[in-house]
């Protein structure tokens, strides 16, 4: 098989991907999902609990979220709390997204006979959007994506001779199975099941009778190993009743609702529609999300000569939305399994994708570098270092390149995906370094202080104790961040929000024992208008300053509510 990228730029890809991986992956503000501060929340409240379980959590309803393979997991990286960074939470999840990058390089030469092709798969995947944005923070997918493919991806690697294993290959399925289960919900057994029988059954030559004699007993095997590793949960746990109803009941059988007006009318229409599920899922591919449209077109026209192995790809492809096409709430998240299975399929089919889809991806790419470009020049809160300015400049140059020399657009749309992901990371980085966090006589300050801090999502305060370790964090409504007077009345220690073009003002008798810049994340449509003319830091940053009221010394705070939970 040929491929139109040399080998050389396919290695620098990958040199590039791990450097846009690694880079940041500490970062409070790197791409991800707002699931990662109720698990954090719930891994510190474990560890503090001193037992593996039953899971801890102050937040009403959100405890047994997940199942408890992803909380033991950061209970682990964390060293029981002794270790506390983002960086140890995440570490991790950047080893399952190298693994599975692995697996679908040697599944890629085994399907194509080609080491560039498998590579080039495995820089597909990773130039994904949404592989980067859940593959890198503390959360399930990582580890579900990779328990949940490792049987396939070695059924492609070794062949049907591993499927026809009567003990091996069922007792490594059915663990492999048994750890998404724990990682992430016993819903996946479903799908993963379905894919494994039509995979034996497209081996057969799709002979019913022959597959329910050789294989149906080897699924059910797979099925009951997975389940009953799952079941440990409710084996171990003091509390399993609590899990039946937060987990199966509310968080598994409660996607089946109706969530507008109707199970049909939502199937079909509206947000949670299927069509919706189909365009999000093919959005989880970032700037390639028209190659994969392009890659569907090729395999509808060229379905006769397709080979078996890329059969078998599309039937995980299309189980799995078939499967998450039946809940009423609909969500691309839920097909990040099946983005391996289409990156594969992409390096295969690279030659034939028409350049005109990736050219779309160049231009979008483009407009996002831009539009980081002259944020950077926008901001004069801080100075960017030089390597930031050639890091766009850089990328820019590529995206033109690729847009003026079609023999270089697929190699470019490539590059660009990490020099933008890359550009993204870096345009905040001044915000995790000295500007946006607390100096150390403040910290020193407030050890063993209760602290309130604007709160704008659940657990949000988990973000403000690796900003100030050692402190007792709790959250007020976000809207009353700039409200000193109501603040000042309620707190003895407490964070406040101003303007950063104004002289702030503390309260009489009141003492600002720190400050530090942060970003806002909601703004209105005036000030969206007003950055669009170039006032950028004015509206898009705060300066946060820790306030010290010394006249609520002693106050009783115990029965206001944590916004935060």
Excluded at 112 to 122: D, F, T
Excluded at 239 to 245: C, E, G, Q, R, T
Excluded at 253 to 282: C, E, I, P, Q
Excluded at 309 to 315: A, D, H, T, V
Aim: charged share 15%.
């Amino acid at each position: 098989m040929q491929t139109p990228i040399s080998i050389p730029s396919i290695l620098f890809g990958l040199v590039l991907a791990c450097i846009t991986y690694l880079y940041g992956v500490d970062s409070r503000f790197a791409p991800k999902n707002g699931d990662e501060y109720p698990y954090t929340h719930i891994v510190r409240m474990t560890n503090a609990s001193d037992a593996w379980l039953p899971l801890q959590s102050e937040m009403i309803g959100i405890k047994n979220t997940k199942p408890p393979l992803l909380f033991w997991q950061g209970m682990l990286s964390s060293e029981h709390g002794n270790a506390w960074s983002l960086f140890n939470l995440r570490w991790p999840s950047l080893v399952y997204t190298a693994l599975t990058t692995l697996l679908i390089v040697l599944s890629a030469v085994a399907m194509s006979k080609n080491l560039s092709a498998g590579v080039l798969a495995g820089v597909i995947w990773l130039a994904f959007f949404n592989t980067y944005r859940y593959g890198r923070p503390y959360l399930a997918e990582p580890p579900e994506i990779f328990w949940l493919s490792l049987p396939f991806f070695l059924l492609l690697i070794v062949g049907k001779r591993l499927a026809d294993s009567r003990f091996l290959f069922p007792l490594i399925t059915g663990f492999a199975f048994g750890c998404a289960l724990l990682y992430k919900s016993v819903a996946y057994i479903v799908p993963a099941c379905l894919v494994l029988s039509l995979w034996y059954w497209q081996w057969r030559d799709r002979r019913v009778m022959e597959c329910i004699q050789r294989d149906l007993l080897k699924v059910i095997s797979i099925g009951l190993i997975a389940l009953g590793l799952f079941a440990l949960w409710f084996v171990l746990d003091p509390d399993p009743l609590a899990i039946w109803n937060e987990f199966v009941i509310g968080e598994n059988a409660g996607k089946f609702a109706a969530r507008n007006t109707s199970y049909l009318k939502d199937f079909v229409w509206g947000g949670d529609s299927v069509g919706m599920l189909l365009v999000t899922g093919v959005a989880n591919a970032g700037f390639l999300t028209f190659a994969v449209f392009n890659l569907f077109y090729l395999a509808i026209r060229d379905r006769k000569p397709m080979s078996t192995e890329e059969k078998l790809l599309w039937i995980w492809i299309a189980v799995f939305f078939i499967i998450f096409s039946l809940p009423s709430q609909r969500s691309g998240r839920y097909l990040l399994p099946i983005m391996p299975a289409i990156a594969i399929l992409l390096a295969i089919h690279w030659q034939q994708l028409n350049r005109w889809t990736l050219w779309i991806g160049l231009v979008l790419q483009g407009i996002v570098l831009v539009a980081l470009a002259w944020l950077s020049w926008n901001i004069y809160l801080w100075s960017y270092p030089v390597w930031h300015w050639f890091l766009l400049l850089g990328a820019i140059g590529i995206v033109l390149a690729g847009l003026v020399q079609t023999r270089f657009t697929k190699t470019a749309t490539l590059l660009a995906c990490f020099l933008t992901m890359l550009s993204l990371s870096s345009s905040i980085m001044p915000l995790d370094g000295v500007a946006g966090r607390f100096d150390t006589k403040t910290i020193t300050a407030l050890q063993g202080k209760t602290v309130w801090f604007p709160c704008d999502f659940r657990a949000k305060d988990e973000e403000y104790r690796f900003l100030i370790p050692g402190a007792e964090i709790k959250g007020y409504p976000a809207s009353e961040a700039k409200n000193l007077t109501q603040l000042a009345n309620r707190y003895a220690y407490f964070a406040v929000q101003a303007p950063v073009n104004t002289k702030f003002a503390p309260c009489p008798d009141c003492e600002v024992i720190g400050e530090r810049l942060e970003m806002r994340a909601r703004h209105s449509s005036d000030e969206i208008k007003a950055m669009l003319l170039g006032q950028v830091s004015d509206n898009l940053f705060v300066k946060e300053y820790i306030v010290f009221a010394p006249f609520n010394i002693g106050k009783d705070t115990s029965t206001e509510k944590d916004a935060c939970r």
